[in-house]
């Protein structure tokens, strides 16, 4: 079992910024793919952000240009820098890492909040 610590999360305004954390437990987090999703009032949980174990990136069109994922393998933590954030980015953010077979574990979400 893996456990993921999010932390970062708050309120800001537009145009802000934040940076999330999500440390994880385990000591092969090298191997693991991971991701950052959202997830906001009435609407479904979506994957905004994601690195594998190699490093490949991917993004969703809402994010695109304005969030960045990152990994730091040695600290065994991944991290969505949010630049240029809006209302409409309102949301339960949550990280989850996967590896092949049954792995696949999710953090405890941390809010982010942005208005004026």
């Known amino acids: 079992q893996v456990q993921l610590v999010e932390s970062g999360g708050g309120l800001v305004q537009p145009g802000g910024s934040l940076r999330l954390s999500c440390a994880a437990s385990?000591?092969?987090?090298?191997?693991?793919?991971a991701g950052w999703y959202r997830q906001a009032p009435g609407k479904q949980r979506e994957l905004i952000a994601a690195i594998t174990s190699g490093g490949r990136l991917n993004y969703a069109d809402s994010v695109k240009g304005r969030f960045t994922i990152s990994r730091d393998n040695a600290k065994k933590t991944v991290y969505l820098q949010m630049n240029s954030l809006k209302p409409e980015d309102t949301a339960v953010y949550y990280c989850?890492?996967?590896?092949?077979?049954?792995?696949?574990?999710w953090g405890q979400g941390t809010q982010v909040t942005v208005s004026p």
């Open positions: 989850k890492v996967d590896r092949p077979g049954p792995y696949h574990y």
């Open positions: 385990t000591s092969i987090f090298s191997i693991y793919d």
